[in-house]
């Protein structure tokens, strides 16, 4: 059964320019949505900016220029950064498109219409605000989650005290409903520990949250039918959350096509099962797309984020789904920071300590530039290899350089360059028609040779695998345990050795197109992390085809003579760093 798979990223907010850790998240959704698509299930990514709000109406002001030329201008440098690194979105939303606009006064119109889980009171009230609210978070606050200084641990600022008339949403009365979902869908909140986060954040006690706010221009009006809410914008969070389903077209039922699917299609782990939205019924809303079906309703979205922002994705997002009658999600994934020590760190506190890249702190580092300088897969490939899929990881120049050198450069870079001007010298470029493993008689040469396709087997195993489970750091380990066996067995073979005499061709063919047969199938498996080198890979090795495009049998090793084919010129894949030589950092401050 084909399967179907939903990704999204948090969509950024546009006051500043795109920085690294922006770029992380989104070169980490593009591998998991690139490996959906390599082994064949129906993938849809969704990407976007997050305009509107207080913050980015300061920085228009800031700018000289109008809230929507200014947003106009900024997102553009999200799409082009995110081209520059080849990040394949499938849509870019944007927050200030008519239709999410309208969108959201629907979701805002449900609310108000909707009654809380445990009295029945409307789940929308008017109300009074009075305490802290901080602009970089666009977040209300209260004292136990500032620093010593009083100030936003985050921001470094200290939160603005504010006294207005809000709607709120009775987030409070969500908690048990909110606590039985975790229990029973376990996966909705991934990795475990930061789901444990979450559920102590619920069992502490839930505040009811602010949903719209007075005296704003900048976003979304309430709707003209809630009465008191003339004047009223929607506050940011619910306005930026929905861009999960308005880029779906929800209200409208077509939603459904991503964000639901039937027994077996879903295209990622969890128990996504949700009984008991069984019988919904009325406008957006599955039962109607399900109803009289007798099949039991799956959710499918997945939603990539970072760890700062898990509260409102954990938290707030699924209580307003609950009171809007939709399903919710089938997991939250928490990815964590891109952090940077000291001297790239300017905002540390002196410590010595990582620190968060982040436009407040001004450490950020400028991807574009990175990318223009080292090329966008060499960075792909340090986000997604150096760093632990789930964790934190340091960033500096020299540790993405000695990153590059080990593994890029020396090892697969070099694996290729010399197998394919092996094959250029000895057979003129065409593939070897020799295939015969027991004329190796040097027993070391035959260990190694076994090794090799033993580890090429098991990548073939470990590396989908890792990819399904969010482990993309393992998924590419595996598929180098295979580079690195193969080294070993170039080393011990001596195919430059073999060359020289006419009587060890069969040894000489068989070594080659094992080497060649690796080099095709780390194409594949890498293909999700650093997609333009393993095509430019795949063209010099003269096979037909994209690597993207390799499933099921094709995708698995296949050692042996192969059909005749001719190479590609040799070409240095991942010429090794220098930065000495080099000179120049490309850090640089956002605008
Ligand atoms: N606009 C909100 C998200 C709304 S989603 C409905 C927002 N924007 S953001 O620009 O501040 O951050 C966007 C994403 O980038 C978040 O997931 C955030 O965690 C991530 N990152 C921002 N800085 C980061 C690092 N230094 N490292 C890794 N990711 C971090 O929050």
Redesign the pocket.
């Known amino acids: 059964m084909p399967r179907r798979f939903y990704i999204t990223t948090?969509?950024?907010?546009v006051n500043g320019r795109p920085?690294l850790?922006?770029a992380?998240?989104k070169v980490l959704a593009d591998a998991i949505a690139r490996f959906h698509r390599q082994r064949g299930d129906a993938t849809y990514f969704l990407t976007g900016t997050?305009e509107h709000g207080q913050k980015i109406a300061r920085a228009a002001e800031e700018a000289g220029q109008e809230p929507q030329a200014f947003v106009d201008e900024m997102s553009q440098t999200f799409i082009a950064a995110w081209k520059a690194l080849g990040v394949a979105y499938d849509q870019f939303i944007r927050t200030s498109d008519k239709r999410h606009e309208l969108a959201v006064q629907e979701l805002l119109r449900r609310l108000s219409l909707a009654h809380t889980p445990r009295t029945g009171e409307p789940a929308i009230y008017e109300g009074e605000y009075v305490g802290l609210y901080c602009e970089g978070c666009e977040g209300f606050k209260n004292e136990k989650e500032l620093d010593a200084k009083g100030r936003c641990p985050e921001h470094r600022k200290k939160p603005k005290e504010i006294k207005e008339s809000n709607f709120f949403f009775r987030l409070s009365e969500y908690d048990e409903a909110l606590l039985r979902h975790i229990a029973a869908h376990p996966d909705f909140i991934q990795p475990d520990h930061r789901r444990t986060e979450v559920v102590n954040l619920i069992k502490s006690g839930l505040e009811d949250v602010s949903v719209s706010r007075p005296n704003l221009t900048w976003g979304v009006p309430l709707p003209e039918e809630i009465e008191g809410g003339k004047g009223h914008t929607v506050y940011v969070w619910p306005d930026?959350?929905l861009?999960y389903l308005s880029a779906l077209g929800w209200p409208q039922r077509a939603y459904c096509k991503w964000w639901l699917a039937k027994e077996g299609e879903t295209g990622g782990p969890g128990s996504a099962r949700q009984d008991e939205f069984q019988d919904l019924d009325g406008h957006g809303r599955p039962g109607a797309a399900w109803a009289g079906t007798g099949q039991p309703l799956y959710t499918n979205g997945f939603h990539l984020?970072?760890?700062?922002?898990s509260r409102?994705h954990c938290v707030l997002w699924p209580a307003m789904l609950l009171a809007a009658g939709v399903p919710l999600p089938r997991q939250v994934y928490v990815?964590?920071?891109?952090l940077l020590r000291k001297p790239e760190a300017p905002g540390a506190d002196g410590t010595g300590a990582q620190v968060?890249?982040?436009k407040s702190v001004g450490n950020v580092v400028d991807p574009v530039a990175m990318a223009a300088r080292f090329g966008a897969d060499a960075l792909r490939f340090y986000l997604l290899d150096a760093i632990p899929t789930g964790g934190d990881g340091e960033f500096s120049l020299e540790l993405f350089a000695e990153h590059f050198n080990t593994w890029l450069a020396n090892k697969l870079g070099n694996l290729s360059s010399r197998t394919v001007k092996l094959v250029h010298n000895a057979y003129a470029g065409a593939t070897p028609p020799e295939w015969a493993p027991d004329a190796f008689t040097d027993p070391a040469v035959r260990v190694a040779f076994d090794a090799l396709v033993a580890a090429a087997t098991s990548a073939a195993d470990e590396v989908p695998k890792a990819y399904d489970g969010l482990r993309l750091h393992e998924a590419l380990a595996s598929a180098w345990q295979a580079v690195e066996r193969a080294n070993e067995f170039v080393d011990r073979a001596r195919p430059w050795d073999l060359a020289k005499d006419p009587a060890r061709r069969a040894e000489l063919g068989t070594a080659l197109n094992a080497l060649l047969e690796t080099l095709r199938l780390v194409a594949i498996w890498a293909w999700p992390a650093i997609p333009a080198k393993c095509e430019e890979l795949w063209g010099v090795l003269g096979l037909p085809g994209a690597p993207g495009e390799q499933r099921g049998d094709a995708a698995r090793p296949a050692f042996g003579a192969p059909a005749g084919r001719t190479l590609g010129a040799p070409v240095i894949l991942f010429p090794r760093l220098d930065l000495k030589a080099a000179g120049a950092r490309p850090g640089s401050k956002a605008k």
């Open positions: 948090a969509i950024d907010y920085h850790g922006h992380y998240e997050d930026a959350l861009n984020i970072g760890k700062d922002i409102f990815h964590g920071f891109i968060k890249m982040s």
